[in-house]
């Protein structure tokens, strides 16, 4: 099933990233502050507008919920980097005008409904400035399901070993098909599964570079629990999702912090992974060991917190997680 949206999400997922990597290399990130305070570059627009076009164009009834909008760009002060973005977009999509790339972009602010789309056109947005590790997340829910995603990482090598070769992969898991990784330049694909022979302190932990994505403290001391001991991995975006499935790393966690106990996460920032995940043998739930709920708008409003693991770990993880809030 989903054989056509999946050719489609790849060869959109595949533009986005040649787009993305034409701006890093041409140092062109020029960066915006969103209301929220978050970055925002130009590489963000342009590849929200080539994916959106490409969904538009082949699954015009679906509704797409992205993270960005064109509003910032209706200020007159924005003007000429609306014009570097749509010169980007025409170098994918020749006959694109800036009033294009404006009504692609805006096709992000669709809701959520029984079959959508959801989109993060650069997640890891500080990585890329960084020129680390990001993704472009793309994922199909239908019943509040994810039923397809795509993770494109650009900065990511092929092999993990060797880390300064081969660089930029394509996680593609469809349900009950399994999870693939497939090389961005060359005729190279491979079936992923989770590690799930590691135990104690072999076991690896991955979290963001950016320490307020989750509460460091209770991740440690989980983990001590656990038995670990080796130095955690860090690494941008929902990349972090690819390295749990490839087996580069057992456990991924989100921990609210305290001070945002209340906060819910965006279905854009892990619906993709999350499959990427399960379909390569592992368990991605919340805290609380629920399902995540694409099914309510665009944050997990009924999920706290975030578990990625190889699955033979989790049930441990969550029973250390209930038995620390006791």
Same mark, same amino acid.
């Given at each position: %099933?989903?054989?056509?949206?999946?050719? %489609?999400?790849?060869?959109?997922?595949?533009?986005?990233?040649?787009?993305?990597?034409?701006?890093?290399?041409?140092?062109?990130?020029?960066?915006?502050?969103?209301?929220?305070?978050?970055?925002?570059?130009?590489?963000?627009?342009?590849?929200?507008?080539?994916?959106?076009?490409?969904?538009?164009?082949?699954?015009?009834?679906?509704?797409?919920?992205?993270?960005?909008?064109?509003?910032?760009?209706?200020?007159?002060?924005?003007?000429? $980097?609306?014009?570097?973005?749509?010169?980007?977009?025409?170098?994918?999509?020749?006959?694109?005008?800036?009033?294009?790339?404006?009504?692609?972009?805006? *096709?992000?602010?669709?809701?959520?409904? $029984?079959?959508?789309?959801?989109?993060?056109?650069?997640? &890891?947005?500080?990585?890329?400035?960084?020129?680390?590790?990001?993704?472009?997340?793309?994922?199909?829910?239908?019943?509040?399901?994810?039923?397809?995603?795509?993770?494109?990482?650009?900065?990511?090598?092929?092999?993990?070993?060797?880390?300064?070769?081969?660089?930029?992969?394509?996680?593609?898991?469809?349900?009950?098909?399994?999870?693939? %990784?497939?090389?961005?330049?060359?005729?190279?694909?491979?079936?992923?599964?989770?590690?799930?022979?590691?135990? &104690?302190?072999? @076991?690896?932990?991955?979290?963001?570079?950016?320490?307020?994505?989750?509460?460091?403290?209770?991740?440690?001391?989980?983990?001590?629990?656990? +038995?670990?001991?080796?130095?955690? @991995?860090? %690494?941008?975006?929902?990349?972090?999702? +690819?390295?749990?499935?490839?087996?580069?790393?057992? @456990?991924?966690?989100?921990?609210? *912090?305290?001070?945002? @106990?209340?906060?819910?996460?965006?279905?854009?920032?892990?619906?993709?992974?999350?499959?990427?995940?399960?379909?390569? +043998?592992?368990?991605?739930?919340?805290?609380?060991?629920?399902?995540?709920?694409?099914?309510?708008?665009?944050?997990?409003?009924?999920?706290? &917190?975030?578990?990625?693991?190889?699955?033979?770990?989790?049930?441990?993880?969550?029973?250390?997680?209930?038995?620390?809030?006791?």
């Amino acid at each position: %099933m989903w054989k056509i949206e999946k050719q %489609m999400a790849i060869a959109a997922a595949r533009v986005a990233a040649t787009l993305c990597e034409q701006v890093r290399a041409q140092q062109d990130e020029q960066t915006l502050q969103k209301a929220d305070r978050s970055p925002v570059t130009i590489a963000d627009f342009g590849c929200q507008a080539v994916i959106c076009q490409a969904l538009q164009t082949n699954f015009p009834d679906d509704p797409v919920v992205a993270e960005e909008d064109a509003l910032i760009f209706k200020q007159p002060e924005n003007k000429s $980097r609306w014009e570097q973005i749509t010169e980007y977009v025409k170098s994918q999509i020749a006959s694109a005008t800036p009033e294009d790339v404006a009504a692609w972009i805006d *096709r992000g602010n669709g809701q959520v409904a $029984r079959r959508y789309w959801t989109l993060d056109p650069i997640d &890891g947005t500080k990585g890329f400035i960084r020129g680390d590790q990001y993704a472009i997340a793309l994922a199909l829910i239908e019943e509040g399901e994810v039923k397809l995603g795509i993770l494109a990482c650009p900065a990511l090598p092929f092999h993990p070993e060797q880390p300064n070769q081969d660089k930029g992969v394509l996680f593609v898991a469809v349900q009950g098909e399994g999870t693939e %990784m497939i090389s961005l330049h060359r005729n190279q694909s491979v079936s992923v599964r989770v590690n799930q022979e590691q135990t &104690g302190e072999k @076991l690896r932990l991955i979290e963001s570079v950016e320490s307020a994505h989750s509460d460091r403290a209770k991740y440690r001391e989980l983990a001590a629990k656990l +038995g670990i001991t080796q130095t955690f @991995l860090q %690494m941008d975006s929902q990349a972090k999702y +690819g390295a749990v499935a490839r087996g580069q790393a057992d @456990l991924y966690l989100r921990i609210p *912090r305290p001070e945002n @106990l209340s906060r819910r996460e965006n279905i854009w920032d892990h619906a993709a992974g999350a499959i990427v995940v399960t379909e390569a +043998g592992g368990k991605v739930t919340d805290l609380n060991g629920n399902n995540l709920d694409f099914s309510l708008g665009s944050k997990l409003t009924n999920n706290l &917190g975030i578990v990625a693991s190889n699955g033979a770990i989790h049930n441990q993880v969550l029973s250390i997680w209930a038995k620390s809030r006791n």
